[in-house]
């Protein structure tokens, strides 16, 4: 959220009042709509820019109402052009054409081809509409203190149609913060456990925005840098404690925490490795 939420503001900085004036669809196919057109949007006034979970959500002036929603995935990459630019650089999904000599460049890293975008009417939602109740909101709070939820705390924090916009890397910090196991699950927190974790997550999520904030232009390095307290760091001491970070491969991914502070000093069984060794 906070990477997403910190760009949706320096676009609407940058561009808000701006007419558009075209697009170029540029490399693979990344456009997801086929109606509306996005030649509807010409000679529309970019009104306001906000976000949904990972989702920048461009709404422009007119009738009937015309949003854009583009979503960057892992290594997708957003360029501010003045002027627009005529390169085709590798990776380039569209160049959006703005009044003021100005444009948008959207480009991935790597061959996954995830980032994309949305033209939507009157009543779409897109990729929006399956979208839970933001991590901020009343909603999810109330959610997080009464659901018995059996799934792992983790696990329900990356799960985008249960609460959106935390992910892996602010779900290790909120855990390490809030001294719960990553293998918890929802239904065994006590109350008290459950407002540290709401606290823990609303924390790190609005220190990562703050951080985000110091950024200036577009989001266009090669590696982000998001600075997480213990996401990525196996290995290093712990920030409260000072032992040692451990990891633990989970669903296809890696949890980072530390035994100490979340698990009583128990170290968590890697199941793929435990696979394997069998
Ligand atoms: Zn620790």
Same mark, same amino acid.
């Given at each position: 959220m906070p990477q997403m939420q910190a760009l949706a503001e320096r676009v609407e900085a940058w561009l808000g009042g701006a007419t558009f004036e075209g697009f170029e669809p540029l490399g693979f196919s990344g456009l997801k709509t086929a109606v509306p057109s996005p030649d509807e949007l010409v000679g529309r006034t970019l009104t306001r820019v906000g976000r949904r979970a990972k989702y920048v959500v461009l709404e422009f002036s007119g009738e009937p109402e015309r949003r854009i929603v583009f979503h960057l995935s892992q290594a997708g990459r957003v360029d501010f052009e003045e002027p627009p630019k005529r390169t085709k650089p590798k990776g380039s999904v569209v160049r959006w054409k703005f009044s003021g000599d100005k444009a948008v460049l959207v480009r991935e890293f @790597?061959? =996954? $081809?995830?980032a994309g975008w949305w033209v939507l009417g009157p009543g779409d939602d897109g990729p929006l509409a399956t979208l839970g109740p933001e991590v901020t909101s009343d909603e999810f709070a109330e959610w997080l203190r009464t %659901?018995?939820? @059996? $799934?792992r705390v983790h696990t329900i924090l990356r799960d985008q149609h249960t609460v959106a916009g935390v992910g892996r890397g602010f779900a290790d910090d909120a855990l390490h913060r809030a001294r719960l196991?990553?293998? &918890? %699950? #929802?239904? %065994?927190? %006590?109350p008290e456990e459950r407002e540290r974790l709401l606290a823990a997550i609303l924390e790190v999520l609005a220190d990562g925005l703050e951080r985000e904030r110091s950024r200036t232009g577009g #989001?266009? &390095?090669?590696? #982000? @840098? =998001? !600075?997480?307290?213990? !996401?990525?760091? &196996?290995g290093l001491p712990c920030p409260v404690c000072g032992d040692d970070l451990k990891r633990v491969s989970y669903e296809s991914h890696e949890i980072v925490y530390c035994p100490r502070c979340q698990t009583g000093g128990k170290v968590l069984a890697d199941r793929r490795l435990s696979r394997l060794v069998k």
């Open positions: @790597g061959t =996954e $081809r995830k %659901s018995d939820d @059996g $799934r196991s990553p293998y &918890a %699950s #929802l239904k %065994s927190l %006590s #989001l266009s &390095a090669n590696k #982000l @840098g =998001e !600075h997480f307290t213990v !996401h990525g760091k &196996a």
